[in-house]
């Protein structure tokens, strides 16, 4: 009878952390997550569609860039990465329209190239990848030297 007790404690225990619990998540979790109305969002929040809407936008599509740079977006419609956009490379067009004197991001070190260039198996045959970027400067027949970027001797727009 005596051991009795430590089940009853348990059990109160174990009841106040449920329900401490459960008035801890109503005050927490938003209404609009999961169900809303008669439909069942499963783990999405029904309010964030809106709020996301909202945002400004930062990112507009090579389109943007084509009003003031023509010239360099039709020698980049004819090139290899015609089908990548801008913004790709040179960061949100927003960033560059705030501060027109400040020159566009370029990214062109190695890791940013190799996002797309990197040796994967599932990528066509026919697209250029590297496996070893030393590798790929002997193939070249230079020197791989420390600092270098991919722009040193290639032009992303007008890619081989």
Not at 78 to 92: D, Y
Not at 107 to 131: D, V, W, Y
Not at 132 to 138: E, P, R, T, V
Request: glycine content about 6%.
């Amino acid at each position: 009878m005596r051991h009795y007790n430590h089940v009853i404690r348990f059990a109160i225990i174990l009841t106040a952390v449920l329900i401490g619990f459960f008035a801890v998540r109503g005050f927490i979790v938003p209404e609009s997550f999961g169900v809303y109305g008669t439909y069942m969002y499963g783990y999405h929040r029904g309010n964030s569609d809106s709020e996301e809407a909202a945002q400004p936008i930062l990112y507009y599509g090579s389109d943007k860039c084509r009003k003031c740079h023509e010239k360099l977006y039709e020698q980049e419609s004819q090139a290899g990465h015609s089908k990548i956009a801008c913004e790709s490379c040179h960061a949100n067009w927003q960033a560059h329209n705030n501060n027109t004197r400040n020159k566009v991001l370029k990214n062109g070190s190695i890791e940013a190239c190799m996002q797309c260039h990197k040796k994967l198996s599932a990528r066509p045959a026919a697209f250029p990848q590297i496996t070893d970027i030393k590798q790929h400067m002997d193939d070249q027949e230079q020197e791989f030297e420390k600092g270098m970027e991919c722009l040193d001797c290639h032009d992303p727009h007008e890619p081989l």
